[in-house]
């Protein structure tokens, strides 16, 4: 008997993309290594909203080639009040975009799986190692959690990693428990503990009837960086060689431009950092994607180009899609003279998320539209409902806005500053994408029609309508919330997000002449044929595996970095990239919303 098994991260905004292609390009490396990449799935839980209104097609393909399963979610029912419950838990947490990570819990209806291992997108395996998990799980009951000690407070768990039984009745039960409790953090790590793990039932009587259990692995597992209190501990040096991954809590992420330009760095960081690297390779994203480096004389940026004599794969200028690509490429390789620009930053988050990010959303909507709103919209009858959404709202409107703004910027920066023509092919996109009108719109429906086999597979068209027409799931929500619109009605038949998602590959596929080179191949259709035999009935699942690891310990290694690549060429005369607005009071009212990247890139 097979068991089927999967490996799931999350993604609901589009800071988070660097992290999730990370983390799946060493999934994939490690799965591959370990020869189970055909035996267990990588997943990837998506909002649907963010994929498919927000997500460029580069992106997507990208998603799609390193994911073997991508499936859409909405949000949870009674989203807005949930959050709005735990609104008070989480602002001591300081982090208002994790308001939406309650939404982890739709993992229990990922029930086409047997057993799922969530890992955050901040989250690095090291070695092949950390599939052990599934040995050490095997008889997990869908009762039990397996998840490590947070360093926070370690009669709880880190949600960042868990071992998961998917199954409705639980998820069930977990989203009415979510709407009806508030979360101890006000987020899904709170509320997780609280649903799972016995230790957070603080009255000794109930807790001898705890119906769920909290299965304690090692530490090794997740180790969470930054960890101050282990900082200098000797433990970091015993443990090391049994580290199986790197879990980078908190607002710093190894791809924000605090962290890559920050004088300690982890050495972890740089490990991400050289996975993303390699990422970038395989997929040939480094011509398609601009660097920036940080000019530390004057606080200035000035862009790094992609060499201009390897221009992407293309001889025939501009299809749409190509031309969203290549975007934001003219400030790059425009002036570019391929030198090596001195403390090279892998993301430039502004011109990476005109990369990443579908730019005709943001036109196309309303500035008081919001990635996080349109799902509340979608959701809800309640249309006032953005208040509660605050934080992740407004963030995603802020960097949309900013990024309209660089747009805007980048215009008018050619118009004054026409470019010298040595990468006509890129040029010739960025005009193209510029005057694109509602005609390039009728061009892109045409190219609706067939999408690859590896969008259309069934299984896939299944998960999310199955999931979300779960009927247990649907009756044990109160009436009154079952009045709102309940997702499944949102998520209008099956095909309909799946169409969405069809048209973008429709409209890759019409373009793909000039990405072929472009699409990775790592894609594998049926990636569960499994015949691990390990047999395992759910009756047969005893209670109370322990699966303790051996060693639980320690934390964090942060070491004096060398800088490397920082080998102060002269930077070449860039245009001032410098904005009206950074000489303005702009920034004092933005602050308070922006992601850190952005803001901090700003300032900089
Ligand atoms: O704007 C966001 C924020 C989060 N995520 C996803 O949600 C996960 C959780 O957010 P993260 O920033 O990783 O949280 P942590 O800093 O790791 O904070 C802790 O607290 C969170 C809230 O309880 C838990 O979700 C984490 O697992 C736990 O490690 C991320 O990895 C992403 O997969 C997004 O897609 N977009
Ligand atoms: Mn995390």
Known sequence: MCRKLAIATLLYSADYLPGVFALGH???????????????????????????????????????????????????????????????????????????????????????????????SDTLPLNEDFLRLFDIMSKQTKLQIGAVADIGWPDMFNSGVMMLVPDDDTASILQNYIIENTSIDGSDQGILNQFFNQNCCIDELLRETFPREWVQLSFTYNVTTPNLGYESSPAINYFKPTIKLIHFIGKHKPWSLWSQTSFIKNEYDNQWNDVYEEFQEENKLKDQVPKICIDDSNGDENDQAAPPEEPPQVSEPAPDREAKVIQTQDKSTEDQDNESAPNPVPLDFTKWLTTFINKDYPSNQSSEDGVYLKESDDNTENTNSQPELEGPTDDVQEYIAYHNEINAQIKNEEDDHPKEDNNSIHNSNVEYEQKKSPTDDLQESEQQKSAPDNIQEPEQQKSVPDNIQEPEQQKSVPDNIQERVAPKNDLPEEAEPYALVDDNVEYLEKEKEGYEEFLPDVYE??????????????????????????????????????????????????????????????????????????????VE
């Open 525 to 602: 259709a049926d990636a569960i044929n499994d015949e691990e035999g390990e047999n395992i009935n759910e009756e047969e699942r005893g209670a109370g595996e322990n699966a303790v690891g051996t060693s639980v310990i320690e934390g964090t290694q942060e070491e004096a970095s060398t800088t490397e690549g920082n080998d102060s060429k002269p930077q070449q005369e860039m245009p001032n990239f410098k904005f009206d607005w950074e000489d303005s009071d702009y920034l004092s009212k933005v602050e308070r919303s922006f992601p850190d990247d952005i803001f901090e890139y700003a």
């Open 26 to 120: 060493q999934v994939n490396k490690l799965l591959k290594g370990a020869g189970r990449k055909d035996r267990i799935e990588t997943c990837l839980i998506v909002t649907t909203s963010l994929f498919n209104d927000t997500l460029s097609d580069l992106a997507k393909d990208l998603l799609n080639s390193i994911y073997t399963r991508i499936v859409l979610v909405e949000p949870l029912e009674c989203q807005d009040e949930s959050i709005k419950r735990n609104s008070d838990n989480l602002a001591l947490l300081e982090r208002p975009e994790l308001s939406f990570a309650l939404i982890k819990a739709r993992l229990w209806e990922l029930t086409q799986f047997e057993q799922v291992l969530y890992l955050d």
